[in-house]
């Protein structure tokens, strides 16, 4: 009988790893994704449709269309993970049998841990706070416009800085950036948490007058007084606030008892398998791993949870660990960005931004339906670069 | 000024800039002049913790490393 891998979660992880098991396996392996709306959502593209700079409808596809013809797609929502039983309850259809299971179920975005959030900030990390983002720039002419972040961790550590430096570009291009100021609320000293990442950012932040405000976590919103305040005990004043809001683990993960306190998976660094669970991997934003909650994580680790599971099922010994390995692009504004490649081991050592990184962004964009979620890059990507 | 250590904090495994808003948010719990104790593996957070510190007003009473874990004992500014 095949092997049964039930896969939770239609993002990139989840998507890539049954595809790759499906092609790896063939008939020995039987793969269901269980995805709760059966839409692939390219969450990077956020960020520009906030901006104006895309169309929501480029960003969402049917998740049929990008898994090979034998891995088997259920939509409904995983409601109770059994371990020891090694079932998936879901809300509609009965439950799910599975010999391994792939748990990459993601993050969601929580607005009541903080008071006033939902009514005082608008925020770009899902498709409706985008457009609704978009359209309250479009009505702005001017003012104090504060970015921050709301909770950690946060998925994509690097697009608040992409996004106030769009956002700059987009002042001037709209002749209003005389009359408004851009801050940048950090919850660090600096302007992102990699320090090396840091330099090249903060002096292109200052060159364009955007300011940064530091140790600036979050607390608390007043959407009547228009303030927003620091657990740090600061307070200021906003015309428009734009904040990432707190993440979680989702709900079925906590329902099943598998979650740490914010919902995240104790999960191995390296073989991504679910702590005390050899059967159980996680992947992706759904993990406890001390690296960015971003698709390319999950893109690196997605190869590693597959040839481990290929592994198990066929008896031979695990070849991949993960590496720590994710590679970001930022963009800088102006047509510039650069990137972001690291692991556990190597900092990253971002080039000077430029016009390359930036088209090679772009280009990313558009070919990700094509080369990511069906494993049409190599397994083994190139290592990052060592930092200098 | 009391010596005893009102609350520990356990930031192993977390990287930045996690302890850092992690201990923002559990000062807030405690009187002015209390002290918290606060371990942590992430290298990065002996310089942040004391640029924290600097900047927010909260004193780092005594800072040691062993065994790879960090700890930073803090007095909550008054």
Known sequence: MPARVVVLGGGVGG??????LSKKLGRDVGVTVVDPT?????????????????NGRWLARDERSLLRKDVDLVVDDAIRIHPDARTVQLRRGGSLEWDYLVVATGARLVYDSIPGLAEGSFEFYSLGGAERLREQLRRFDGGQIK????????????????????????LRDRGIRDR????????????????????????????????LSTFFNVESVDPSAGTVTSLEGEETGYDLLVLV??????????????????????????????????????????????????GSTAHFEAPVVASRIASLVRGTAPRLNYGGRVMCFLETGNGRATALRFDYEHPPAPPQPNRMWHAAKWMFNRLYWEVVPKGRIPERAPRPRRAA | MSTAIAKILDLKGLSCPMPIAKTAQAIRDLAPGELIEA???????VPDFSAWCTSTGNELVEQSADAGVFRFLIRKKG
Request: hydrophobic share 40%; aromatic share 6%.
């Open chain 1, 38 to 54: 059966g839409m692939h959502v390219y969450q990077p593209g956020f960020l520009y449709v906030a901006l104006g700079q895309a």
């Open chain 1, 147 to 170: 970015v921050g972040i709301a909770g950690i961790p946060y998925k994509c550590p690097p697009a608040p800085v992409e996004f106030v430096f769009m956002l700059e570009d987009l």
């Open chain 1, 245 to 294: 809001p707190p993440h979680r683990g989702q709900s079925v993960i906590e329902d099943s008892g598998l979650g740490d306190a914010g919902g995240w998976i104790p999960t191995d660094r390296h073989t991504l398998q679910v702590a005390g669970r050899d059967r159980m991997f996680a992947i992706g934003d759904a993990t406890d791993l001390p690296i960015s909650k971003s």
């Open chain 1, 15 to 20: 998507t890539l790893v049954a595809n790759l």
């Open chain 1, 180 to 211: 408004s100021g851009v801050t940048l609320l950090s919850p660090l000293n600096r302007a992102f948490t990699i320090e090396s990442a840091s330099k090249v950012i903060q002096p292109i932040m200052e060159s364009r007058g955007i300011n």
């Open chain 2, 39 to 45: 371990l942590a593996t992430d290298p990065g957070s």
